[in-house]
């Protein structure tokens, strides 16, 4: 039976992941609560308009691996 999303890569769905978990840990080992907060809550803000973006499932991944992989004076 087919899921709700095509096909994509395997691989892909991995470095997302990985992406998502870096992000998570840098977020929690921040400095103060405040930064902590503000780190967690850019990346609600990336996974949540990521369904909007209009793009591939494919393409949304590898848009959120650049991001999260881009450092945060850049988002």
């Known amino acids: 039976m087919a899921g709700k ?4 890569s395997t691989n892909r ?3 997302a992941l990985d992406a998502i ?3 998570l840990e840098h977020a ?3 400095r103060t609560e405040r930064e902590q ?3 967690l809550n850019q990346l609600r803000g990336l ?3 990521l369904p909007a973006s209009g793009l591939s499932l494919d393409d ?3 848009q959120l691996i650049r ?3 881009s450092p945060l004076i850049d988002r």
């Open 5 to 8: 999303y095509p096909v994509c």
């Open 13 to 15: 769905w991995y470095a």
């Open 21 to 23: 978990d870096q992000a």
């Open 28 to 30: 929690l080992t921040a």
């Open 37 to 39: 907060r503000w780190q």
């Open 47 to 49: 996974l949540l308009t």
């Open 60 to 62: 949304s991944l590898r």
């Open 67 to 69: 991001l999260l992989q």
